[in-house]
């Protein structure tokens, strides 16, 4: 069940026509099922129940106040990166109280606003960072809990440009480094050591990578305890993959097997920080075909939606299931290779640039000028990382509820665009 479904030939969100949407709200638009987004929180508060998680929703995955709003009233705190992150966490009304902040490069401003907003912890990344953390938190009379990041040297087989828990890049310090940080930390009357955190990449797809982390966390949990440190949290990072292409995600409850065991045995209480897994599924984009063009030997079909609104395929090659919200023929659970009644078809936009795709070779049912095409998966990292490039406004956000609609981000307008530029 994914709350985007075929009936009668054309897509739904919920019980809403997407077709209908688009021609009250225009194109390129986001429209996000909000049972869907509750039901990813929820398998993910049911599978870890025994060990009462702190749940820290991943701000960055999708940072619009809509879906935040539906993240903390369903009973999630979150994951920020930046103090804007912790801006928006606020303004969608959240408390700050069980926050975690993440990231290599906390400036002294963002961890002054975090101190003032009694944060849960920071996981901290370097020496540098804690020095700086224990100089502002002295400077406001505050003590700067933290959790330190592991770098845990595992290989998670994720993307080049989205693993993080390997040897040798920026995320995070190795055991040495760790327990001399922990050593520091302890002779500090400005810091609080309370965890261990361990990010390991996204999207993963196998447990392994867990079940390792954990027994890694166990053995340091152990070892600082020893040390003399009342270490009581296990922060295991997000990551959880999602199904892009068929059915190859994970139920939340596989990743809970090799996890809930390990926080037991090291008696300690759980965060997690689950991003793509809420909201990766929980969005479709929607563009109308713009143009279809035959040349070189290929069919492109031309969209008004574009790299600026979801640059995840320009930028990490991903791969989205695209269809027609209309379609000619029924989409298969499969839609890699052949498809009987359709050609061969690279869905594009406008942006001037060769990266501005969002499918290529794909086998799609003929489509023409006016048509609608929906990007499916587009939740996570897809409106966070819009832009203005090309000089276009990014599009509307809808939420759907049932059969309600809700306008959560309103489309940009050309105003918009030059509204920060002064003085010309
Ligand atoms: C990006 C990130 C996450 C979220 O990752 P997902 O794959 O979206 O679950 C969690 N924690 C940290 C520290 C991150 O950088």
Redesign the pocket.
Known sequence: MTNFDYRDGELFCEDVSVADLAEQYGTPLWVYSKAFLLGQLRQIQIAFAEVDPVI?Y?V??NSTLGVLKVMHEAGSSF?V?SGGELYRVKASGADTSKV?F??VGKTDDEIRFALENDILMF?VESEAELDAIAAVAGSMGKIGRVAL?LNPDIDAKTHAK?T?GKKGNK?GMDIERFRELAAKVLRDKRLALKGI?M?L????LTTDPYEAAGAKAIEVVEALRRDGHDINWINL?????ISYRENEGLPASEYAKVIVPAVKAAKCRLAL????????NSCVLISRVVYTKREGGKLFVIQDGAMNDLIRPAMYDSFHRVWPVKPAVAMPSNVEGEIAGCEKTDVVGPVCESSDYFAKDRYLPPMQRGDLMAIFSAG??GTAMSSNYNSRPRATELLVDGTTVKVIRRRETYADLVAHELDV
Not at 201 to 204: A, D, Q, T
């Open positions: 820290c991943s960055k995955a994951d990166v975690v993440a990231g996981d990041r989205t993080t995320f955190h990010h990449g996204s999207p993963i990072g997000g990551g959880f993959g920080e689950p991003g793509r897994f809420i909201v990766g996570a990292y």
